[in-house]
């Protein structure tokens, strides 16, 4: 269907690419941008609409790496549809969803599945990632070569690390030759053992088992050797401390090809914030030391880490109104991505431009996406944000299916006042001017 053309006006242009600011707008045409005018408008077309940005930022959608989405198996925590629902109100146009499924995503037949349910019900691009062994088991590989012709944009096993060196280095080797994409959660299951939160002395105040930073440091570094052994391409998809920033800084310094994320929770919260046994603060990996949080931040800054990730992963009232110990790991996410990461940006400790880029064009190149740009023939997949809007979060309020966000009733700046995938307005604010 031919969609009408659209300009934005009266906007702050923000390119990850250049990281410049500049004043202009943009011509969406046929889903794409057609142009991008800085400065003074360029001609639209007879008919379009135009969109007064009220001097807000316009920047590329976000692009999120990894978020846990029920269906299939567990739609009554969340579904396509209602993930790309917060998904658009968080201004991300782009998610990867994780393999954790029922079935898993591990044969064609699932990744076409998703697929086509993300293409009828869900309103921003749903990307599958496969799981890299069977039934994520950590046995047996998957077909890679299948699950990627099948539409499979990377191969992780969720939740679980690929605890077996020699299954990892076979994993490793087929990825290379395909030119795959391996996203590998760095915990040590047996380190992590009982461990609910982060050790040290906060631990022990409130009398629950930690989890060493050597549960992740110990992961990180085997896969480092692995990566050096067999050249492939490897995501450590969150690290959350000091110790795992200067590895993943040494493998980036010897020409690895690695590269990093970290969730917006260890970048914004600490140890601190479980308070009483909070536990949408139950997080896997565990909210760290405050010393392990600025040097998360810090490495972001300077590049060490590549992108920021929300982790979303909804859960259900019976697994979260539980004692601390007993509750399942996991908080929602994608709604709130941005409006938790510009926290960072007001308190002076990043810029909004490398910041964008950490949300956008990083995460697009990694994938080998078009996504991430803001110039003439990329796809329209834009963010208008109003990084001053200030608010206090409802979980009510939010669009997800389940309500487990560790920043309820959080006071919170900055969000998403207009949301364009492939040209279309999925999300829009009401103080957001349009004239024909």
């Known amino acids: 269907m031919s969609l009408r053309p659209l300009l934005l006006t009266n906007a702050r242009l923000l ?29 639209a077309p007879e008919g379009a609409e135009r969109i007064d940005c009220l001097g807000n930022v316009v920047a590329p959608g976000l692009v999120d790496m990894r978020a846990f989405v029920g269906e299939p198996g567990a739609e009554h925590r969340e579904t396509l549809a209602s993930a ?53 088991a950590g046995r047996e590989m998957t077909e890679f070569g299948l699950l990627q012709e099948a539409g499979a944009v990377a191969f992780t096993d969720g939740l679980k690390a690929v605890t077996n060196a020699q299954v990892m280095r076979r994993a490793l080797t087929y990825a290379r030759d395909f030119g795959a994409l391996i996203m590998q959660h760095v915990e040590e299951p047996d380190l992590v053992g009982e461990g609910v939160m982060n050790e040290g002395e906060f631990a022990s105040r409130l009398g629950l088992a930690g989890i060493p930073r050597e549960a992740e440091t110990v992961m990180l570094e085997r896969d480092i050797r692995l990566v050096r052994l067999t050249g492939a391409r490897y995501h450590a998809a969150m690290i959350s401390c000091a110790d795992s920033v200067e590895i993943v800084r040494r493998a980036k310094e010897a020409g690895l090809p690695v590269t990093c994320g970290v969730s917006v929770n260890n970048l914004v919260l600490n140890e601190g914030d479980i308070g009483h046994y909070r536990t949408f603060c139950r997080l896997a990996p565990p909210l760290r030391h405050e010393s392990d949080r600025q040097a998360v931040v810090q490495a972001l800054k300077e590049g060490v880490i590549d992108v920021v990730v929300s982790d979303h992963n909804p859960q259900d009232v019976e ?26 940006v007001h308190t002076g400790d990043i810029g909004l431009p490398r910041l ?65 995938v492939g040209g279309r307005v999925v999300h829009r604010l009401p103080e957001i001017a349009v004239a024909a």
């Open 356 to 420: 964008i880029e950490a949300l956008t064009a990083a995460p697009a190149g990694i994938l080998g996406r078009e996504a991430g740009r803001l110039n003439a023939g990329a796809p329209a997949d834009i963010v208008v944000i109003d990084p001053d809007l200030p608010y206090v979060l409802d979980k009510r309020q939010l669009k997800s299916r389940s309500k487990n966000s560790p920043f309820d009733e959080a006071r919170l700046q900055g969000a998403a006042v207009l949301t364009l």
């Open 319 to 344: 697994t979260k109104r539980l004692p601390f110990a007993e509750a399942a790991n996991g908080a929602l996410g994608i709604e709130t991505l941005l409006g938790a990461a510009l926290r960072l």
């Open 15 to 43: 390119d990850p690419a250049t990281g410049q600011e500049t004043p202009g707008s943009v011509l969406v045409r046929e889903g794409r941008i057609a142009d991008v005018a800085h400065g003074a408008a360029p001609g």
């Open 84 to 136: 790309s629902a917060a998904a658009a109100a968080g201004g991300v146009t782009t998610l990867v969803c994780m393999p954790d499924t029922n079935p898993v995503i591990d044969g064609p037949a699932i990744v076409d599945f998703v697929l086509r349910r993300a293409r009828d019900t869900a309103c921003v691009n749903v990307l599958p990632a496969a799981a890299v062994t069977k039934g994520l």
